[in-house]
């Protein structure tokens, strides 16, 4: 299979290309562990300045709850005492999957910044391949060049409408947390998923979303994150932080 490529200089920038790219050039496929049929191809896309603005896309199907409480499920694993609790199991969560790596890794770029080793690795053989819903997220790699911290991020799957944009959010947010831990800025953010993908169900929004990407501004279709939006985000916190306390009452978790 042919790997699409885009990039650009801001996150939504490189993801609406990539949502363009799926929309115009995506096979439609089965996919019968869904019981439903896919617009798919594999892709990469490149963001030259993880953090530079404007930050967010309009062309998601959430808002700031939703990015907020997602940041910290990735940086802080506010649910992963879910893992292993009640009758509707967690297999896994990603933070959970990572978060004893996440030092070695600080530690290995701090001996040596141009390691060529600070990988986190998620998937997790054992569990995944008897799981209905293996981790999407195979591998983060993290590269110190030209005074940047840099970031790869490797998919099997990505849901292109309904997950991409909060996923790549999430993970430049722990692209934050690990440069500010190594005293060192923000540089580009690949993202790379074998299947991207839209199910059917998400055909016509994959198309406005692309209609709207060919005519519009860019100004148009995203917001900056510093300002407004951030402090909408930030004031999230206390109603997570609430249901994440109703969650471990139901689940007798301390």
Known sequence: MKMFYEEGKTLPEAYHRALLTLEKEGRVYPCPDYNTTMKELPMTFYVENAVAEPF???????GHHELQQYTMEICDGILDFMVGAGENVWEYTYHQRFAHQLPWVIDELKRNPFSRRAIMN??????????????????????IREGLLNMTVMMRSNDAVQATFMNAVGFIALQRKAAEALDTPVGSYTHIAYSFHAYENCFERLKQYAAFIEAKDIAELTYDYGGFYKQMMEEEIPSIMAMVRDQKD????E
């Not at 967010?56 to 959430?62: A, D, E, M, Q």
């Not at 998620?122 to 590269?143: E, G, K």
């Not at 139901?250 to 978790?253: E, I, L």
């Open 122 to 143: 998620i998937r997790d053989f054992d569990v995944d391949s008897a799981n209905d819903h293996p981790a999407c997220l195979q591998s983060i790699h993290f590269a």
């Open 56 to 62: 967010i896309s309009k062309l998601f199907p959430g």
């Open 250 to 253: 139901k689940y007798g978790v």
